[in-house]
């Protein structure tokens, strides 16, 4: 069973700070890793992928990804209290397969 | 930009009820998932289908059935509704590979 595991928080940042949000995955054949955004009682929406080693820069977003480690960790600085929400983790499996195994999700709160 | 709309916000159903839900997307993409999703519980996936008149099984398929009769349109059956299938209901769809998913906004029903 392929895992992907999150810590729920909820995770409390005051505003102006850097949250910092992690999840590690089992499977060592994911080749795609996504961060999902939702706000309470909405729908899911994509924030950013990575497939590679190393870091991804996205604005106030960086993806850091560590096949090795099996760990990837999605930073937002300068954090907002529009950045409130749960931040899904999703990796997608072997190549060819569509399917993408989500985290729990991580509750954040940014404090003004 | 990709567009996946469910046929309804919001519903109430009584328990026995055979229960429609309607997803579209308007981009031409290949490969359509239904998924619920429940406090703690986190995304759990009912039925995915890589094409019209294909299905597969995800992780909880009990209680449900789906059809793809359109390339566009993926439609979720609860053939006899239960209060255990009181959820939120959210349908994605993606172009293929290691491409993300795109969701609609969600339906919550609620059975009584």
């Known amino acids: 069973q392929k895992e992907v595991e999150q810590n729920s928080g909820p995770l409390s940042v005051p505003e102006g700070a850097i949250a910092s949000l992690n999840c590690t995955y089992s499977?060592?054949?994911?080749?795609?890793f996504f961060w999902y955004r939702q706000y309470s009682g909405k729908s899911p929406e994509l924030i950013m992928f990575i497939y590679s080693n190393g870091d991804k820069e996205d604005g106030r977003f960086t993806a850091q990804l560590n096949k090795a480690s099996q760990y990837v960790s999605l930073l937002i600085r300068d954090s907002q209290p529009s950045d409130s929400a749960t931040y899904l983790c999703a990796v997608n499996g072997d190549q060819g397969a569509q399917k993408l195994v989500f985290g729990q999700g991580t509750r954040l709160t940014i404090n003004p | 930009d990709v567009k996946v709309t469910q046929s309804s916000r919001y519903l109430v159903k009584r328990t026995g009820e055979k229960v429609f839900l309607e997803c579209v997307q308007d981009m031409d993409h290949e490969n359509m998932f239904w998924y619920r999703q429940d406090p703690g519980l986190g995304l759990r996936l009912i039925y995915f289908?890589?094409?019209?008149?294909?299905?597969e099984k995800g992780d909880i398929p009990e209680g449900y059935s789906v059809s793809r009769e359109k390339k566009e349109r993926f439609s979720l059956i609860l053939e006899s509704a239960s209060t255990n299938q009181t959820s939120m209901y959210l349908c994605?769809?993606?172009?293929?590979?290691?491409?993300?998913?795109?969701f609609g906004p969600g339906t919550r029903l609620l059975v009584l």
């Open positions: 499977d060592r054949g994911s080749q795609s």
């Open positions: 289908s890589y094409d019209v008149k294909m299905k």
């Open positions: 994605a769809s993606t172009p293929g590979g290691l491409e993300t998913q795109y």
